[in-house]
């Protein structure tokens, strides 16, 4: 079992860059894939970013592919995500989930474990 807890949220303009990380407790964290996704006010929970166990698969929602990074340390249980070029629409509650699954999902329901997420605004 891991619990993950993100940090890094906050208020950036247009244009701007945040790096958000997400810490999980437990041994076995390098036997999760992880997930990021966001949830924009009146919209619905939507995939972000995936990554495999050792992190060498990743996976991207097309409206973020080319200006955001996921990547991790399994030594300190930490994945993050890079966000450059930020628009206005990027701005939501940032969530990180772990997934036991030996793969990469976009599907919400496929992740056992999420964090309470972290807000991240961008203004115009």
């Given at each position: 079992?891991?619990?993950?807890?993100?940090?890094?949220?906050?208020?950036?303009?247009?244009?701007?860059?945040?790096?958000?990380?997400?810490?999980?407790?437990?041994?076995?964290?390098?036997?999760?894939a992880m997930g990021w996704f966001r949830q924009a006010p009146g919209k619905e929970r939507e995939f972000?970013?995936?990554?495999?166990?050792?992190?060498?698969?990743?996976?991207?929602?097309?409206?973020?592919?080319?200006?955001?990074?996921?990547?991790?340390?399994?030594?300190?249980?930490?994945?993050?995500?890079?966000?450059?070029?930020?628009?206005?629409?990027?701005t939501a509650i940032y969530y990180c989930a772990a997934n036991r699954r030996p793969y990469v999902s976009?599907?919400?329901?496929?992740?056992?474990?999420?964090?309470?997420?972290?807000?991240?605004?961008?203004?115009?």
């Amino acid at each position: 079992q891991v619990q993950p807890v993100e940090s890094g949220g906050g208020l950036m303009q247009a244009g701007g860059s945040l790096r958000l990380s997400c810490e999980a407790s437990g041994r076995t964290f390098s036997n999760y894939a992880m997930g990021w996704f966001r949830q924009a006010p009146g919209k619905e929970r939507e995939f972000v970013a995936g990554i495999s166990r050792s992190g060498d698969t990743t996976d991207y929602a097309d409206s973020v592919k080319g200006r955001f990074t996921i990547s991790r340390d399994n030594a300190k249980n930490t994945i993050y995500l890079q966000m450059n070029s930020l628009k206005p629409e990027d701005t939501a509650i940032y969530y990180c989930a772990a997934n036991r699954r030996p793969y990469v999902s976009r599907r919400e329901a496929e992740y056992d474990y999420w964090g309470q997420g972290t807000q991240v605004i961008v203004s115009s």
